[in-house]
């Protein structure tokens, strides 16, 4: 349901990716070339709590990179209530439903506004987490870093967090990227 792979977006929903990135996991660990206890994990944006949320449900992560990532919905509250109101058209109303030009479905959204790391990181305490975002980021804002940084104080592993002033989500300005 997302870039490439099959199905369509709309049928799918958080819990559908994260048992997804489980079985991928399980997949990659029992290959033969993997070295299955050095095994990390990258997300970026919404994969960033599908990441935290593998790990929190594997033994296998034993370190986790977030990019941009979102902590939880809070962002988007008031625009999910608009959605559920009559004071907007129907046109308004899918246009935000719309991720990355993809139609969610009413499934997908009650299922995002439940996302909340806390529980997920407070489990994650001694696994290494490198967070890396954006000051110009427009998509997930700096509330998200905030939040992961706030949940990770009291962590035993190493927590390395880096704000990139003048990087957007997709980590455009040259200087900062490399």
Do not use: Y
């Amino acid at each position: 349901g997302c870039g490439d792979s099959e199905g369509e977006f709309c049928d799918i929903t958080p819990e559908d990716h994260l048992s997804d990135a489980l079985v991928a996991l399980e997949h990659l660990a029992s290959l033969p070339f993997i070295n299955a206890t050095q095994i990390g994990i990258l997300g970026r944006s919404f994969g960033g709590p599908i990441a935290v949320q593998t790990a929190a449900q594997s033994s296998l992560i034993k370190s986790i990179v977030l990019w941009c990532p979102m902590f939880n919905g809070d962002q988007w509250r008031d625009q999910w209530q608009l959605v559920h109101s009559n004071t907007i058209d129907d046109a308004s109303k899918e246009e935000m439903m719309m991720v990355e030009g993809q139609m969610g479905s009413i499934q997908f959204f009650d299922s995002f506004f439940k996302i909340d790391l806390s529980d997920a990181l407070k489990s994650l305490h001694a696994i290494p987490l490198l967070h890396l975002h954006g000051e110009s980021d427009t998509r997930i804002n700096m509330h998200h870093a905030d939040a992961f940084q706030q949940s990770r104080e009291t962590s035993s592993a190493r927590s390395l967090f880096r704000r990139l002033p003048q990087t957007d989500h997709e980590f455009t300005h040259r200087t900062e990227r490399q």
